[in-house]
Every structure is written in structure tokens, then in C-alpha cells.
């Protein structure tokens, strides 16, 4: 996978997990703990071409960073994770645009791949 990828959570575990499993897979991976490291990766060290972040993380969520960077012009591919089960999850999850994938905790490789595939077709798996 020749993917340039940003990778955000404050599970340290996940992060480990998810940033390991796609270095192994041949992607470049720059990770974040914090919604601040998240943001500040998305405005010093991009261009990425995916973003995966949690939603809960200290000092911003996933999500606020990412309307934030929608509403900056950034329309990078996106995958949400989360543990959460609000039912309005998904409608602001959906509220960032097309190119966006929500992954419920606990998931699999195939499922992670799966939105990997959907998000970036030209992705080499």
C-alpha cells in the first residue's frame, strides 16, 4: 500500500496497532495521541492522502479537527473510529462529505482494509 497516512488515536494500543499494521503494508504512517497533534500533522507535516483518527481524544475530537480541515478546504480521505454508540454518530460522521468511512470499535484488518479500498481505489494493497 503506497499510501501517505495519519493516524490518530490516545489509545496507545490502537495507535500501535492500526500505525504498525499499515507501515507493514508499505504505507508511510505519521501518528498522533492528541487532537491537538492531529491537527497540528494535518497543517505541518501533510499532504496525507487518509487520515484515520478516533473520535474521543483530549483537547479536540477527532471530529471537531476534522470539520475544522473540511471547512479549511481540506477534503483528504477519512476514516472515523469509534467506540461510542450515539446514535447521532453517524449523521455527524456523514455530515463531513463523501469521502468519509465510520469504523465501529472493536474492528477487524478486512473491515479496516475494506474502508482503506473504498476511500482510496488507487491504494495498492
Known amino acids: ?5 495519519l493516524v490518530a ?9 492500526v500505525a504498525s499494521t ?3 503494508s ?3 504512517v505519521v501518528r498522533a495521541s492528541t ?7 494535518l ?8 487520515v484515520i483518527t478516533d473520535i474521543s481524544m483530549p483537547w479536540m475530537t477527532g471530529l471537531q479537527v476534522a470539520h475544522s480541515a473540511r471547512e479549511a478546504g ?6 472515523v473510529m469509534t467506540g461510542l454508540r450515539d446514535a447521532s454518530i453517524a449523521e455527524r460522521v456523514g455530515a463531513l462529505g463523501e469521502r468519509v468511512a465510520l469504523l465501529k470499535k472493536p474492528f477487524d484488518y478486512g473491515q479496516l482494509t475494506a474502508a482503506i479500498a ?6 495498492e494493497a
Open 9 to 17: 488515536d490516545d489509545d496507545p494500543e490502537l495507535l500501535g496497532t
Open 43 to 50: 497543517a505541518e507535516r501533510g499532504p496525507f492522502d487518509l
Open 22 to 24: 499499515l507501515s507493514e
Open 1 to 5: 500500500m503506497h499510501l501517505r497516512v
Open 118 to 123: 473504498k476511500l482510496v481505489p488507487d491504494a
Open 26 to 28: 508499505g504505507a508511510d
Open 74 to 79: 481540506l477534503d483528504v480521505p477519512l476514516i
Open 35 to 41: 487532537g491537538a497533534e492531529l491537527l497540528e500533522g
